[in-house]
């Protein structure tokens, strides 16, 4: 049995506004009074996990031990298939120090502008962790194609190059409600609610 997130403080470890602002929009529902991690100054940890869990539970442990209070993290990535899963686990590292996702989109296109598959997916996993150390992990898996070039304002990452299985316009060109439907973090949400959390009527 999951352990259950009864309301109040929760930490999102991220200093990703994008990333913060996509979660807090699906927790709403929930009772949890939201604050980023970088809201709270608190330090990134070294992520050297060789998964997205690994690097979800150290992110969420390092936030919920640093702040007392339960912490989300996220850890997602685009995986390209041609790139045998490149960027996966270091989609962000691929934006470079400055975190410029139009340099990470640019690299992506051009390592699979010859290749004739341009299918990847997006995975995420989500673990919240509470300060005595517990933890939950879920994850979650989005397919589709990459294109280019990039289309579309509302989304955040590299997400102007991705098409969803069964769409025809970007993550960046749907409405938030839309891509939360559907997406990699989504699904992994949708699995931590069903198991940890109760909607607040």
Not at 20 to 43: H, K, Q, T, W
Not at 149 to 164: E, N
Request: hydrophobic fraction near 45%; charged fraction near 20%.
């Amino acid at each position: 049995m999951a352990r259950h997130f009864n309301g109040g403080k929760l930490v999102i470890a991220s200093h990703n506004p994008g990333k913060v602002r996509e979660i807090g929009d699906l927790l709403a529902p929930f009772g949890a009074d939201v604050i980023s991690a970088a809201e709270l100054n608190l330090p990134e940890p070294v992520e050297d996990g060789l998964t997205f869990i690994a690097n979800a539970q150290i992110k969420a442990k390092a936030a919920a031990l640093a702040s007392g209070f339960p912490a989300l993290a996220d850890d997602s990535g685009l995986a390209v298939h041609a790139l045998c899963g490149e960027p996966g686990i270091y989609s962000a590292r691929w934006a470079g120090p400055s975190k410029d996702f139009s340099i990470a989109m640019r690299k992506v296109e051009q390592a699979i502008e010859n290749k004739e598959d341009r299918s990847a997916h997006f995975a995420c996993a989500l673990t919240l962790c509470w300060p005595d150390g517990h933890m939950e992990s879920f994850e979650g898996r989005v397919d589709g194609t990459m294109v280019w070039p990039p289309r579309g304002d509302k989304g955040f990452g590299y997400d102007p190059t991705f098409v969803a299985s069964g769409m025809d316009i970007t993550f960046a060109e749907m409405q938030p409600t839309a891509k939360h439907a559907i997406s990699h973090r989504a699904q992994a949400f949708r699995k931590l609610v069903e198991a940890c959390f109760e909607a607040v009527s």
